[in-house]
């Protein structure tokens, strides 16, 4: 059997998820895509706090066999993370990648710091040091049969074939859910102080805002009109009475952006939009997304209103929700 390590060589393990540790931070701040960052999040999520916790507690080998410090490190580093992120619910900081980055590193630091101390205290300390002789002491190898031999290495490839895959599951995640921001602004840019009043010819001004979440470049169309409804309580139905297309239609294609969970929001494309309505009124306006193409649109009617054309499914769409839309009440006074 090979000799255990003796001086620096005695806490390779503990001083590897050090360093581990601190690369992983400055990874995730250089290098936040790279296949490396996903590999060494997963163990230092998923491993090393139950590690370092386990070889803190329980520095002498009769303590703990091989597989229960194995089994250990995975179940209570499962526990230690969420309970660490529900300390941090409660702090200005929140749940957030870099706090919980910082408290996972000082945790797995801390504890193995904690972990060589009693190490180096121990009667008996237990090092992992894999060789191939003890690797077949601890199975018994030797006086296993030939089908036991068999099913342990079909366990081993079994265990390895587990974790492979869900490295691989946790590092090449799904897409997120695919969707576009479609928002409007009053004129100072806040959700407020819309042009909800005005005047017959009087200047009212917001600002459209697309964002891409589409996981692809998406080419926006955006239809502004103008109409004029109302409920019919007797037939449960809308009934449009007039229905104008509005100056200033447009176009845009975005590349798709990253949702940012971590920092401010900001915006990809935004737009100022004026208008002006020159009948008094309760009116609509109504501002309709499409992607990629957009409807056409039957021949204009003579006197412009398209209430009585099949254009009128465009509004009607959109309040049920169909057509990903926007609505903005004004009342034209003379």
């Keep these: 059997m090979g000799a255990p390590p003796k001086g620096a060589a005695k806490y390779w393990d503990l001083l590897a998820i050090i360093v581990l540790s601190l690369i992983l931070d400055a990874l995730i701040f250089h290098f936040p895509d790279s296949l490396a960052r996903k590999a060494l ?24 066999d091989n597989l229960e410090r194995l089994a250990l490190s995975f179940g209570l580093s499962i526990a ?34 904690i972990a060589i101390y009693r190490r180096a205290k121990a009667f008996e300390p237990w090092v992992p040091w894999i060789t191939l002789e003890r690797v077949k002491e601890e199975l018994e190898w030797e006086n296993s049969s030939r089908l036991d031999k068999a099913l342990t290495v079909i366990l081993i490839i079994s265990i390895i074939t587990s974790i492979g895959t869900l490295g691989y599951v946790i590092t090449h995640p799904k897409p997120g859910e695919a969707f576009t921001e479609f928002y409007i602004l009053g004129p100072d840019g806040i959700a407020d102080n819309y042009p ?20 692809r470049n998406v080419t926006y169309y955006v239809q502004v009109w103008l109409v004029n409804l109302t409920w019919d309580n007797r ?22 952006i990253p949702v940012n969970i971590e920092g401010n929001w900001t915006p990809q494309f935004e737009t100022n939009y004026t208008f002006s309505i020159d009948k008094p009124g309760r009116w609509q306006v109504w501002f309709l997304l499409f992607k990629d193409e957009q409807p056409g649109l039957p021949p204009a009617p ?4 398209y209430a009585e054309t099949e254009a009128r499914n465009l509004i009607l769409e959109a309040i049920n929700g169909t057509i990903q839309s926007l609505k903005l009440n004004v009342d034209v006074k003379r």
């Design 80 to 113: 230690i993370v969420p309970l660490i992120g529900l300390g941090l619910n409660y702090t200005p900081w929140g749940i957030r990648l870099i706090p919980i980055l910082v408290s996972l590193t000082i945790f797995n630091v801390a504890l193995a710091l």
């Design 196 to 215: 909800t009043e005005l005047k017959v010819g009087q200047n009212g001004t917001v600002i459209i805002g697309i964002v891409n979440h589409e996981h």
């Design 235 to 256: 037939t449960n139905t809308t009934v449009i009475h007039e229905m104008y297309p509005m100056q200033g239609w447009f176009n845009v294609t975005l590349p798709s």
């Design 302 to 305: 003579p006197d412009g209103n």
């Design 41 to 64: 999040g997963l163990a230092f999520v998923l491993f090393f706090p139950g590690y370092v916790f386990i070889t803190a507690l329980f520095p002498n080998r009769p303590e703990l």
